[in-house]
């Protein structure tokens, strides 16, 4: 069972405080979110945590093993995967050709098997590509397979980056807005995707501004304000908050 930990965090960017003292956790098998109003400091909270960004002070572990100081790729390979609020996939590649980039985490075959085509390498990749078809399934997308990544429409699109996410069989996956431009039908069927990868051990961190999506999904709800945690609970217990009412609902 992994366990991402956050213990009074700060990033300061001059005298900005834009994540000030936040500690939570995000554990396998669990939906956690964390919300807020724009600019409260969620998407630095996701850089920080996925070694974009550096820690002013503080410090986060991954099943007790500090890597506040680890770069982005470190962190990737530990099992830390994260989809990011701006789109990033290769346009012209098709969707199968995008989710498989996602299996790097788990290559065997050396670099010059590859480059030489050789049985064992031509074996692994004919096995990733048929894993990569199983998620399409799993996403409700194997109709799009052969299609170019650039050419689907925004939601189809933000499926193949979650798919690519996923592909690297992480035990934490950090979703930055993940439904944001999605209604309510299109969300909800994302939503049980994120339950189901919760259900198979993943632990998964839902940063959004969808209150009611939040509401239905996570087990656990963290709200961010100026770069502080100012409620953390039940998605009920949250969403009664004076404090969280004043801030983010603008009541």
Known sequence: M????????????GGVKAVDGVSLQVRSGTVTGLIGPNGSGKSTVVNLIAGVLKLTSG????????ISTEPADSV?????????????????????????????????ASLMASLLGLPSSRKESRELRERGRALLAQ???SAY????????????????????AVASSPEILLLDEPVAGMNDVEARALGKIFARLAEQGMGVLVIEHNTRF???????????????????????????????IAAYLGN
């Open 139 to 141: 996403f409700d997308m």
């Open 2 to 13: 992994a366990t991402l930990e956050l213990k009074g965090v700060r990033r300061n960017f």
């Open 214 to 244: 939040v509401s239905e999904l996570c087990q656990e709800v963290h709200v961010l304000d100026g770069g502080r945690l100012i409620a953390h609970g039940s998605a009920q217990e949250v969403m009664r908050d004076p404090a969280v």
């Open 59 to 66: 410090e986060i572990s991954l099943d007790g093993s500090n």
């Open 145 to 164: 397979e052969n299609v170019a990544a650039g050419g689907l429409a925004y939601g189809y699109q933000r499926r193949v980056e979650m798919m690519r």
């Open 76 to 108: 990737a390979r530990r099992g830390v995967a994260r989809t990011f609020q701006n789109i990033r996939l290769l346009p012209e590649a098709s969707v199968l050709d995008n989710v498989v980039i996602g299996f790097y985490r788990l290559e065997k």
